[in-house]
């Protein structure tokens, strides 16, 4: 690295182990942050998340979809933390609606019985973040597919998904629920937020819990925006299955993705479940791999030392850690180096048959 590379201004991504969820903390060239996503890990490897961010600004926090494993530990940030610039969340009317309802509906009624069971669908979390941002007053900003890309310290962050198209069927659906009971509601993954971060040449996607289904139109978008290949990639869905199509002729993440030199791919795969072996073996095939988790590594521990015998029901062990973080920094030079993080010849054991 040359010393004109030293001293160029830097973007900086951490990403933790955080158990079954994910922890992505961005620093932006001035030293602002970007929370995206978190969750804490029993294994304290993490910082606790308010001293991650203290004495930090923060320029967004971003919620990539409505599950817990990846915004129970916003809530804390949101709440207490000051001066947050925006937040950022890929639906915002569904939750406001049972915010509101639960705040100001005080008696029995099917609405309230409705909002309550929208409540534990979305997760009691997701509530408590709409409060702290309403509380906060904190500044918010729909991601979607059809906006110019946000530009903070030269770093521009283009949104790939979800489209505006699927984000208003969600609200349909909610809404259309109220007369239905019996209507079967959407799948949370397919909000996620698909994020493209471009510093000089070099972009970072960020794939949340996208499913396949959302792909094929985060790839066109993509290069409608004329994007360089990425360089480094956020396994989507913690390399489960559902988020990769494996027919033929069928477009991928790993088609957004470096061949030359290598994208350099991150799974958090906080279960036994995931990644997926054949996810794996493709990822591993296309990318250098680097694992905060990995399920498929054999786990030690007693998963039921209670010894229940459950007809029917199998235990899903947690993943042993592999790396407790994984560090990235960029230069406008193109020039990516790993700061933390050992990558799978070395931390995590081959897929099988290879």
């Given amino acids: 690295m040359t010393s004109s590379s030293k001293n160029s201004p830097k973007l900086r991504l951490d990403f933790y182990e955080s158990g079954v969820g994910e922890t992505i903390v961005i620093t932006f060239p001035s030293g602002g942050l970007g929370i995206v996503d978190a969750h804490p890990s029993n294994h304290h490897h993490r910082p606790g998340i308010l001293d991650l961010v203290k004495g930090k600004d923060i320029h967004f926090v971003c919620l990539s979809h409505p599950h817990k494993d990846h915004g129970k530990d916003l809530v804390p940030i949101l709440e207490q933390h000051k001066g947050i610039k925006s937040f950022w969340h890929t639906i915002y009317n569904i939750p406001a609606f049972i915010y509101c309802i639960e705040e100001t509906v005080n008696f029995p009624s099917e609405m309230r019985d409705y909002a309550t069971k929208l409540n534990q669908d979305w997760g009691e979390f997701f509530v408590d973040i709409i409060g702290a941002v309403a509380d906060q007053d904190i500044p918010t900003h729909e991601l979607r597919s059809n906006l110019v890309a946000d530009e903070i310290d030269g770093v521009e962050i283009h949104c790939l998904g979800p489209d505006e198209e699927l984000q208003n069927s969600f609200s349909?659906?909610?809404?259309?629920?109220?007369?239905?009971?019996?209507?079967?509601?959407?799948?949370?993954?397919?909000?996620?937020?698909?994020?493209?971060?471009?510093?000089?040449?070099?972009?970072?996607?960020?794939?949340?819990?996208?499913?396949?289904?959302?792909?094929?139109?985060?790839?066109?978008?993509?290069?409608?925006?004329?994007?360089?290949?990425?360089?480094?990639?956020?396994?989507?869905?913690?390399?489960?299955?559902?988020?990769?199509?494996?027919?033929?002729?069928?477009?991928?993440?790993?088609?957004?993705?470096?061949?030359?030199?290598?994208v350099k791919a991150v799974i958090f795969a906080g279960d036994s479940k995931h990644p997926d072996d054949d996810v794996y073996s493709r990822i591993r095939s296309k990318a250098e791999t680097i694992c905060l988790s990995n399920g498929r590594k054999p786990n030690l521990g007693n998963g039921n030392p209670l010894g229940l015998q459950l007809p029917g029901a199998t235990f899903v062990y947690p993943a042993p850690v592999c790396n407790p973080v994984v560090s990235f920094e960029i230069d406008m030079n193109g020039n990516v180096s790993v700061e933390n993080g050992n990558f799978c010849n070395v931390a995590c054991i081959p897929p099988k048959g290879g």
């Fill in 172 to 262: 349909k659906t909610y809404t259309d629920k109220l007369k239905n009971l019996k209507i079967k509601l959407p799948d949370p993954n397919l909000l996620s937020a698909i994020l493209a971060l471009k510093f000089g040449d070099t972009v970072v996607l960020l794939g949340a819990d996208a499913l396949r289904e959302n792909w094929e139109s985060a790839l066109k978008n993509y290069h409608k925006r004329n994007l360089p290949k990425a360089k480094i990639l956020k396994v989507p869905h913690h390399g489960a299955r559902n988020a990769i199509d494996f027919g033929r002729n069928a477009k991928t993440y790993l088609d957004a993705c470096s061949n030359e030199p290598k």
